[in-house]
């Protein structure tokens, strides 16, 4: 792994100072002030000129970094022996009259106001010896506000600088994505920080809060493949799953931590993680070595079937989504060993563990995870199919029903061709109906409009992220207020989406030697793209004028590739150009 990437950082602007340590909401006047001490701290922060704080005195600054950052803070002090200095950070300022209201449904509002909002946060706290020193932090904050609260003692104390200096993954983007879609497009960068303020020695589900790497997390994360050539962190975490796998053979839901947790469902993506890896890379040897590890999951899975072939009640916490309704994020009949959801994760574990076989194991272990796929399916589909509703439903009572069960079914092939299009129609069409999913399993839901070719649906699902940008996000949030999190990963899996969707670019096989290009535009007039390959680059320029489609690929040399669009199918390698009149004549060089 490299070094993190170590930055000294300044800027920011004052949002507000007080000359005490209040817990209330930031008034009007204190917010839009531009008294000279307001003056005298925009000036330490723009041009680092010093600043000097009277003995006795008692300072509260709130900072606003106008983006998010992860590092640690840079103070630098001189003078005021036994002065008390406290820094926070918070990701945004709560919509409450005082701190001690705030309780985890309050709500944010727009992130970029603090007018009529109280700060809460987490920090560091030091006392001054009276020397000329930076503070000292242990480890590295994240967020976008700094509150500083100075207390002098009987000396004068001198603030000579205030910075961040921050620390990350040191990443690369190599990509580029343009298109007509002027709204998603704005919250693109909102979405590479989400990416990329969650990359450090490891992928972590937030870097606020827990700073752990997540099985189901990492996967939405996997729009790094999109971005950079660059997979170190992405080995680093599926080697660290790999050691967490007790004597049972499951990994842990997150690893490392300080308490183990475990989730069947989790473990169950973990294939997931690693066939991702495999086709969108090419790295055999790490592959290779994985595939001990991944048969003990898969037997430990397997172990826990009932007698009927499904999964009943497995150990952990079998999180599926956060859905209000839900009970911490499991689904009906998650914990009493009757969901249809669980056992989907099962099938999708399956289909996964087989292109790994084929592509790197042995051609017996991968028939036989296909025949059970077969088997395991087809009991799926009696227990909790509804052809009068043409639903999935989430127990076998058939009471309940979710957008998971419905994306899952149509994505694991367990249905046939017109059952998939019924399904498909029943869940848009009742919708309002079903357990909603949340920004993370919308990764699948993507997945299952792009297959459908629903690009309604797909472009629809979208307009989420459309929004980020209105309400002030710098950063992609966990889920829709109230939200915890301002700042996690897997809200930037539409980045994995615009280029594998979109633009319709994936791999066709383990080590991403055949690429398959069908794009999915919609109401999209052009799409150019940059996109890294293990073996270089791939470029796709496609435009769509009033009655003609015109398109230009290149992929790296040896390189093969299948393009598909209008029922057009042609294979070539290392490049391709053509159009096609909507009317169906077409041309190809």
């Known amino acids: 792994m490299p070094e993190q990437n170590v930055e000294l950082w300044f800027g920011g602007r004052v949002r507000a100072v007080r000359d005490a340590f209040l817990g209330t909401s930031i008034s009007a006047a204190e917010a839009e002030g531009k008294t000279s001490l307001v003056q005298s701290w925009d000036s330490l922060l723009q041009n680092q000129n010093g600043l000097k704080l009277d003995s006795g005195s008692c300072h509260e600054v709130i900072i606003d970094f106008e983006q998010y950052l992860c590092g640690y803070p840079y103070l630098e002090v001189e003078g005021g022996s036994g002065a008390s200095i406290r820094v926070d950070w918070a990701e945004s300022l709560f919509e409450e009259t005082d701190s001690s209201n705030v309780t985890l449904s309050t709500t944010k509002g727009h992130r970029g106001t603090v007018i009529d909002k109280c700060f809460v946060g987490l920090g560091d706290a030091w006392i001054i010896c009276g020397q000329r020193n930076v503070l000292p932090a242990l480890w590295w904050r994240s967020g976008r506000y700094l509150r500083i609260r100075i207390q002098a003692a009987d000396e004068p104390i001198h603030v000579n600088r205030i910075g961040i200096r921050t620390t990350g993954y040191p990443f690369n983007n190599e990509a580029s994505f343009d298109c007509d879609y002027k709204e998603f497009l704005e919250s693109w960068p909102i979405q590479v920080a989400g990416i990329q303020q969650c990359a450090h020695e490891q992928w972590v589900d937030c870097p606020y809060y827990e700073q752990l790497s997540y099985v189901g997390d990492n996967i939405c994360e996997l729009a790094f493949y999109c971005l950079t050539r660059d997979d170190l962190i992405t080995k680093r975490c599926l080697e660290l799953f790999d050691w967490s796998r007790q004597d049972g053979g499951l990994v842990a839901e997150r690893y490392p931590s300080a308490y183990r947790q475990d989730s069947f469902t989790y473990a169950l993506l973990y294939p997931r993680l690693l066939r991702e890896q495999a086709y969108w890379r090419d790295d055999a040897d790490f592959i290779s070595e994985r595939i001990?590890?991944?048969?003990?999951?898969?037997?430990?899975?397997?172990?826990?079937?009932?007698?009927?072939?499904?999964?009943?009640?497995?150990?952990?916490?079998?999180?599926?989504?956060?859905?209000?309704?839900?009970?911490?994020?499991?689904?009906?009949?998650?914990?009493?060993?009757?969901?249809?959801?669980?056992?989907?994760?099962?099938?999708?574990?399956?289909?996964?563990?087989?292109?790994?076989?084929?592509?790197?194991?042995?051609?017996?272990?991968?028939?036989?995870?296909?025949?059970?796929?077969?088997?395991?399916?087809?009991?799926?589909?009696?227990?909790?199919?509804?052809?009068?509703?043409?639903?999935?439903?989430?127990?076998?009572?058939?009471?309940?029903?979710?957008?998971?069960?419905?994306?899952?079914?149509?994505?694991?092939?367990?249905?046939?061709?017109?059952?998939?299009?019924?399904?498909?129609?029943?869940?848009?069409?009742?919708?309002?109906?079903?357990?909603?999913?949340?920004?993370?399993?919308?990764?699948?839901?993507l997945d299952a409009f792009y297959k459908m070719r629903a690009d309604d649906a797909f472009y629809e699902r979208l307009s989420f992220w459309e929004e980020l940008p209105r309400l002030g996000f710098t950063a992609t949030p966990e889920r829709p207020e109230p939200s915890r999190s301002d700042c996690h990963g897997w809200g930037a899996h539409p980045i994995y989406h615009a280029f594998s969707s979109i633009a319709g670019i994936r791999p066709v096989s383990a080590g991403f030697n055949r690429v398959h290009i069908s794009p999915m535009p919609g109401a999209l007039s052009f799409i150019n793209i940059r996109m890294p390959h293990p073996k270089g680059m791939i470029h796709l320029e496609w435009k769509r004028t009033e009655n003609r489609e015109e398109y230009n690929i290149k992929l790296p040399t040896g390189v093969a590739g299948i393009w598909e669009r209008n029922n057009q199918r042609q294979e070539f390698t290392d490049s391709l150009s053509g159009s096609c009149e909507l009317s169906g004549a077409v041309t190809v060089s």
Request: proline content about 3%; aromatic content about 12%; some cysteine.
């Open 292 to 445: 001990p590890g991944l048969r003990a999951l898969m037997e430990e899975c397997l172990y826990w079937r009932n007698s009927n072939g499904l999964i009943g009640k497995v150990p952990g916490w079998s999180f599926i989504d956060w859905v209000e309704s839900w009970d911490e994020g499991c689904g009906p009949g998650v914990r009493d060993g009757d969901s249809s959801l669980v056992n989907l994760h099962l099938l999708f574990a399956l289909k996964d563990y087989a292109d790994i076989e084929n592509g790197y194991g042995e051609e017996f272990f991968a028939n036989r995870a296909l025949s059970l796929l077969e088997e395991i399916g087809q009991n799926l589909k009696e227990r909790y199919w509804c052809s009068e509703m043409s639903l999935m439903a989430d127990d076998s009572a058939k009471e309940s029903f979710s957008e998971h069960a419905q994306a899952w079914s149509i994505l694991s092939g367990i249905l046939t061709e017109k059952e998939q299009q019924s399904c498909l129609e029943a869940w848009l069409k009742q919708q309002d109906q079903l357990a909603p999913m949340s920004i993370y399993f919308s990764y699948y839901a």
